[in-house]
């Protein structure tokens, strides 16, 4: 079964599943090949560890590390239960990581906007790992850029809508910026998972801007189906773009991370909500906080990368 090894680097095809030993070699997102060079790509795997906009515990910069780590323990081939390889039908590429100077914050919203922008403007969707969440806005910035305001498709404990002033770099705000910047349409987008509240998000008098939200008590009380239908009814046929924070799920499912809240749904059922979004035109995702320092058995990281390859599969079976 095992082929040769480190094939982020010695890969063929753009194509296929190589199978190396999960334990050994150069880790790249899926075992893709490690590569910026965008010729013939469907989807660019990108990631973006910058963590200084979290408010509590930091190390979502070890974000990409350990998600692409985790994943070389699902680069087998068939994903259950779509029963096929998605890398048979896209080609995807490990692109590395956005670089910048963490000595100069206030310059690296743009450097990550630029960095979005390379992979975009060359007609590749992109795949991002984060990074704390904050990094979502100057991403969404450079898709809308390309397809102008987007359906969003949020799952997280919060909902990330807090008062802010512009130019503030802080993973409690960005959707207030994004609705503001017409980075997305409110009435087009979905908020699921929440189980918090903080100042400005929609409590009385606050502006709510529209969002359909699916609160984490809602979600305890319906099938996954359900939401999924709800979700896929109110994006319509509008371009979407799906963003994880990774603290959607419980704690006990993912204690890997800066900010968690308890109360949240399990890895199986936000796995089945996503397998329901088949209608849903993506155009591009990222899975976000996830912070290996304060996780157990890497089931923080391995949680983020099914979930990334769940999306894979999304996007395969729109393509048959
Ligand atoms: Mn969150």
Not at 110 to 136: E, K, P
Request: aromatic content about 8%; hydrophobic content about 40%; glycine content about 10%.
């Amino acid at each position: 079964m095992t082929t040769g090894g480190d094939g982020a680097f010695t890969r063929g095809d753009l194509k296929g599943t190589e199978i190396e030993n999960t334990f050994a070699g150069a880790n790249s997102f899926m075992r893709r090949r490690y590569t910026r060079d965008l010729t013939g790509v469907d989807v660019a795997v990108t990631g973006v560890p910058f963590d200084l906009a979290t408010s509590n515990r930091p190390g979502a910069r070890f974000g990409p590390a350990g998600i692409r780590r985790a994943s070389a323990n699902l680069a087998w081939g068939p994903i259950w239960p779509w029963n096929f390889d998605p890398f048979d039908t896209l080609a995807v590429v490990d692109y590395g990581d956005c670089a910048f100077d963490p000595g100069h914050p206030a310059a690296i919203p743009d450097a990550i906007q630029a960095h979005a922008r390379v992979i975009l403007d060359s007609g590749t969707s992109m795949l991002t790992l984060g990074g704390d969440h904050f990094i979502t806005l100057p991403v969404l910035r450079a898709h809308a850029e390309k397809h102008g305001a987007l359906a969003l498709v949020h799952f997280d404990a919060h909902r990330d809508l807090e008062l802010s002033e512009d130019g503030r770099i802080d993973h409690g705000t960005m959707f207030r910026h994004a609705v503001e910047e017409r980075l997305i349409d409110p009435k087009r987008s979905v908020q699921v998972g929440i189980r918090t509240a903080y100042e400005g998000e929609g409590s009385d008098g606050d502006d709510d801007f529209g969002f359909t939200v699916i609160d984490a008590a809602d979600l305890a009380q319906r099938t996954p189906a359900d939401v999924a239908r709800e979700i896929a009814k109110v994006v319509g046929d509008a371009r979407a773009y799906l963003t994880v924070d990774i603290d959607c799920l419980d704690p006990s499912c993912a204690p890997g991370t800066g900010t968690p809240v308890v109360g949240g749904p399990t890895t199986a059922t936000m796995l089945a909500i996503l397998r329901g979004l088949g209608t849903i035109d993506f155009t591009g995702m990222d899975v976000v906080e996830v912070a290996p320092v304060y996780d157990v058995g890497e089931i923080t990281s391995l949680a983020a990368a099914t979930i990334a390859v769940e999306y894979l599969c999304l996007l395969t079976s729109r393509y048959s």
